[in-house]
């Protein structure tokens, strides 16, 4: 080691050479990082008959597991279109007689990968063009960082806007604000982000309510996850083929309950309507599936 060329103040140690020498030194060869293009992303929106996207109203957006058990109890009637990406049902279109707005319940049957959520989101945008836009969305009690350790009992309806209204004053009321540094990740962030933004951010104003879960938030898939197209049966399904999906029990409905008090006073309601949980809208046929694994008079593990 002595007579090399070593630097005593240099602020790392001596590269291995310096030492002593064998094979390990001698560079492999790396596959070389390129970059991956996205790929083109096919968004097409059909409507029924006279069933055309009202421009420049409130539009509501159902996101996600729990954008479907609030549009099970939520009396959105008989579906009137149907929003696909790359041919895959991911928008469910209803125009509710309690409020006057168009509501879509967002990936309920289909989860959609990253590098679709933008042209997704964009496409809605570009076709209502509405003057508001509130989204029903989910957020993880068990990855949310805060000053102060919260209980899933306790977790609060949480909110996030792109722009403040004083029309949010009393739905802001029962809200906490959804605060760095925790990120939202679901396509209710890819709206967001384009609301946030000009030219969109002069027209369109953003609301989020999130409501709490227990469960950390699954990986978002990097395609699809389903391979049925979206057929003429698909784009006129009712909401009743959502009762079948599985985890809607990991939500409160007192929780879902008050997220809904919440969009119709954002919304402007001049009526209010109750929500039904489940198992109060179909007869108990919540409490049945409940009972699916018990065998022999016992629950099955």
């Avoid at 990082?33 to 539009?59: D, F, H, R």
């Avoid at 102060?148 to 949010?168: G, N, Q, T, V, W």
């Amino acid at each position: 080691m002595f007579g090399q060329d070593i630097d005593p103040l240099a602020d790392s140690i001596p590269p291995r050479y310096a030492y002593e020498s064998d094979e390990e030194d001698e560079f492999a060869d790396y596959p070389v990082s390129s970059s991956v293009t996205a790929p083109e992303v096919e968004v097409k929106i059909a409507l029924g008959n006279g069933s055309e996207a009202v421009v420049g109203q409130t539009l509501i957006i159902a996101s996600g597991e729990v954008g479907a058990v609030w549009a099970r109890g939520a009396k959105l009637g008989v579906q009137t279109g149907q929003v696909s990406v790359d041919k895959h049902a991911i928008g469910l279109v209803f125009r509710p007689s309690w409020v006057a707005s168009s509501v879509i319940v967002s990936e309920a049957l289909t989860r959609l990968p990253v590098w679709a959520m933008h042209a997704y989101a964009e496409a809605v945008l570009n076709r209502w063009k509405p003057s508001k836009v509130i989204i029903i969305d989910g957020y993880s009690t068990a990855t949310y960082i805060s000053a102060a350790s919260i209980p899933y009992h306790e977790a609060p309806l949480r909110y996030l806007h792109s722009s403040f209204l004083k029309s949010d004053l009393k739905a802001l009321s029962s809200l906490a604000p959804f605060e760095p540094p925790n990120l939202l990740q679901s396509t209710a962030a890819a709206f967001l982000s384009i609301l946030a933004l000009p030219p969109q951010s002069a027209k369109t104003d953003g609301f989020a309510i999130l409501i709490p879960s227990p469960r950390a938030p699954r990986p978002t898939p990097q395609s699809f996850d389903r391979s049925e197209s979206a057929g003429d049966e698909a784009s006129f399904a009712s909401l009743t083929s959502l009762s079948s999906l599985e985890g809607s029990e990991g939500w409160d409905p007192s929780v879902v309950h008050a997220a809904h008090h919440a969009l119709q006073v954002s919304a402007g309601c001049k009526e209010s309507m109750a929500w039904l949980e489940q198992g109060e809208n179909n007869g108990g046929q919540a409490q049945v599936r409940r009972r699916v694994l018990e065998v022999g008079g016992s629950m099955y593990i």
